[in-house]
Nanobody, 126 residues
Framework: QVQLAESGGGSVEAGGSLRLSCTASVDSYSIDYMGWFRQAPGKEREWVATMYRPDGTTYYADSVKGRFTVSQDRAKTTLYLQMDNLKPEDTAVYYC???????????????????WGQGTQLTVSS
């Protein structure tokens, strides 16, 4: 079974930066899509970003474009989310996800991902 584990969350002041990591089991290598979702208290889980891993193409939600960057290591064992210019509205539990969406058209839909990490908390203070 594919296993994912997030780390790197914490408390940051507005305008600061933080990098989240998602370590993936070896059998995740063949998973084409990996991404990040977040969920704030009282809100639905929302899509943040996704990487199409075969060629490294990345996609971002409008709310994080220009501020967040998804990357992966060469071995494809770790997915990163570099977060810059953080805002209080970024506060949420961040989840790493992996799966095989039928196409890029559904990659922002949580139900398209079969595997999930346990989540890591990010708190941004003003």
């Amino acid at each position: 079974q594919v296993q994912l584990a997030e780390s790197g969350g914490g408390s940051v002041e507005a305008g600061g930066s933080l990098r989240l990591s998602c370590t993936a089991s070896v059998d995740s290598y063949s998973i084409d899509y990996m991404g990040w979702f977040r969920q704030a208290p009282g809100k639905e889980r929302e899509w943040v970003a996704t990487m199409y891993r075969p060629d490294g193409t990345t996609y971002y939600a409008d709310s994080v474009k220009g501020r967040f960057t998804v990357s992966q290591d060469r071995a494809k064992t770790t997915l990163y989310l570099q977060m810059d210019n953080l805002k209080p509205e970024d506060t949420a539990v961040y989840y790493c996800a992996a799966g095989r969406p039928t196409s890029a058209a559904v990659m922002m839909i949580a139900t398209a991902y079969r595997y999930w990490g346990q989540g890591t908390q990010l708190t941004v203070s003003s």
